[in-house]
């Protein structure tokens, strides 16, 4: 564009209001006016791409936001009875409905959940935190079908806190997308009452997972 082009395209915008001009010496200086350019926007677009936009934001927020879910229970156990059952893949397949966990429990080591029924891998994760008889956290991968395989990894928090003869035990499932499949989360419920009885009582629970998978 020439010279004299630029120059009668911002005598336009300046009649327009969209950009105000400053005298520095002999030098004219151009600076956008953004107030008429916000008010256009308001008056003639917004109304219109609003309701657009709010559902675009919405969506990517619902896709990108992660989900936590947090389980809590009393256990009337010693925390290294505890940390046993959570960690010794015999006991460990007691209440995960015959899933056993098979790792060394190492960070950096890697965990497997396997059942004699299954015919092939059910889940796996990755050891991230050890602290024995108090704290342990894993990714967790759900492999027993496509639908979940899709989910990808989440991570699975194991928090146990001693309270006088018994044991308050925080599991934190996180890292879950917005809108998981809930067959990820949704057995911990039975789980963590099934672990409950086992310690207490040295009994399995019946629950409708066990049902279904025991």
Request: with cysteine; glycine share 8%; charged share 25%.
């Amino acid at each position: 564009m020439s010279r004299f082009g630029v120059m009668k395209h911002l005598r336009l915008l300046e009649d327009a209001g969209l950009v105000v001009t400053r005298r520095s010496g002999r030098k004219k200086l151009h600076f956008l006016n953004a107030v008429p350019i916000r008010l256009t926007h308001d008056r003639w677009i917004d109304k219109y791409t609003e309701p657009f936009v709010a559902a675009l934001s919405d969506l990517k927020h619902r896709l990108e936001s992660p989900m936590e879910k947090i389980y809590e229970i009393y256990i009337r156990t010693t925390p290294e009875r505890l940390w046993e059952a959570i960690t010794d893949p015999e006991i460990r397949s007691k209440y995960t409905f015959g899933a056993r966990f098979e790792s060394d429990w190492m960070v950096g080591s890697r965990f497997a959940m396997n059942s004699p029924k299954s015919g092939g891998p059910l889940g796996e994760g990755l050891v991230l935190e050890v602290d024995p008889a108090r704290r342990l956290v894993h990714t967790m991968v759900a492999l027993w079908s496509d639908e979940v395989r899709s989910e990808g990894a989440s991570r699975v928090t194991w928090q146990i806190e001693p309270v006088g003869d018994s044991c308050c035990l925080t599991v934190t499932h996180d890292e879950l997308r917005e809108g998981a499949n809930p067959e990820i989360y949704g057995g911990w419920p039975m789980i963590l009452s099934g672990l409950k009885t086992w310690l207490e009582t040295g009994e399995l629970l019946t629950t409708p997972g066990s049902l279904m998978y025991g």
